[in-house]
């Protein structure tokens, strides 16, 4: 298999510095007190100590736990501490993608069809469709995520799959591929929508991504880029209604993103929900962002609204807490 492989032990769960520094430099020009807190670790010393925060600011995401997003969220509230983004039960079933994709199905919402395969167990058999995504069940970034062809034979199945477990330890998915064009839908607001825009990834000469897939070291080479795309075109409006309806479903969230891959036959396949979403300057949700005319300093003011909104919180120019 590829190089990646061996980074991936060292990239679990870590925001980048640039998306740490970046929310807090922009909540400082806002005029407020930002204080780092760092880990969740360090959050429980801060309430050993009574020197809690009035308001978290959460990019909280562990390390090394199928529990991990939900493990912020559930402590911030047991303290009794205002936070942006979803509660534990809403960040544990998005990150969780064996646990989402039934109730993807069961609220009616086209997901690829998929198998789930437990540590130990004996493969017995290929997939039913010709190539397949594998990934861990609990993973962002796309770490772990390999392309397998049937091809390949049931051997070669067997062993990929082993190797995702022995790295991750936890089940892995295999997915339908879905060949197609891949696009992003963002969303800020919890009962009001703020902003709803979308981004398409496409190779370096603009083209969609079809046969292509963006895994981690697709990523990490920089070969791909986003364009803004309009929600309203006819083939796109079925994933503005999608986002929005997982918004009132799983929330409050106050953002999220929403990754698709639109067949050729038009079909739109929800792949994965980011309630997670990196605020990067330059990732995904900061380009959605731009491209519907918000600065970067503006999509954290308009998601630090909804949030304060959501909590009916006005701290004035004392929030504290990243």
């Not at 990239?11 to 005029?31: D, I, K, Q």
């Not at 962002?140 to 995702?164: I, P």
């Not at 990067?280 to 503006?298: D, E, N, T, V």
């Amino acid at each position: 298999m590829s190089d990646p492989k061996a980074e991936e032990k060292t990239h679990y769960h870590w925001r980048e510095p640039e998306e740490v520094e970046a929310v807090a430099e922009s909540l400082t020009t806002l005029g407020y007190k930002v204080d780092k807190i760092g880990t969740l670790d360090n959050l429980l010393e801060r309430w050993r100590l009574k020197e809690l925060p009035d308001f978290v600011w959460n990019l909280s995401v562990r390390t090394l736990s199928r529990n991990r997003t939900a493990l912020a969220p559930a402590i911030l509230e047991q303290l009794g501490i205002p936070y942006t983004g979803g509660d534990a039960t809403a960040k544990s079933l998005t990150l969780n993608k064996d646990l989402l994709k039934p109730v993807l199905h069961w609220w009616g919402i086209l997901t690829p069809r998929w198998y789930r395969y437990n540590r130990g167990e004996d493969i017995q058999f290929l997939p039913f469709w010709s190539t397949s995504i594998l990934k861990p069940t609990c993973e962002g970034y796309s770490l772990g995520l390999w392309r397998f062809d049937n091809q390949k034979g049931l051997t070669a199945l067997r062993q990929e799959v082993e190797e995702l477990h022995q790295l991750f330890q936890v089940p892995i998915l295999c997915e339908e591929f879905i060949a197609g064009r891949e696009i992003t839908v963002g969303v800020v607001g919890n009962s009001s929508t703020l902003l709803i825009g979308a981004v398409e990834t496409v190779d370096a000469m603009g083209e969609p991504l079809n046969e292509q897939v963006l895994d981690l070291q697709a990523k990490r080479q920089g070969n791909f880029k986003k364009i803004g795309v309009d929600l309203s075109s006819p083939e796109l409006q079925k994933l503005q209604q999608v986002a929005l309806q997982l918004m009132k479903l799983l929330g409050p969230l106050d953002y999220a993103t929403f990754d698709f891959r639109i067949a050729p036959d038009e079909q739109a396949y929800l792949l994965d929900i980011n309630a997670d979403a990196t605020l990067h300057p330059q990732r995904s949700f900061a380009q959605i962002a731009r491209a519907a005319g918000l600065s970067y300093q503006q999509l954290i003011s308009v998601i630090l609204e909804t949030s304060l909104e959501r909590w009916n919180q006005n701290f004035g120019n004392d929030i504290r807490g990243v």
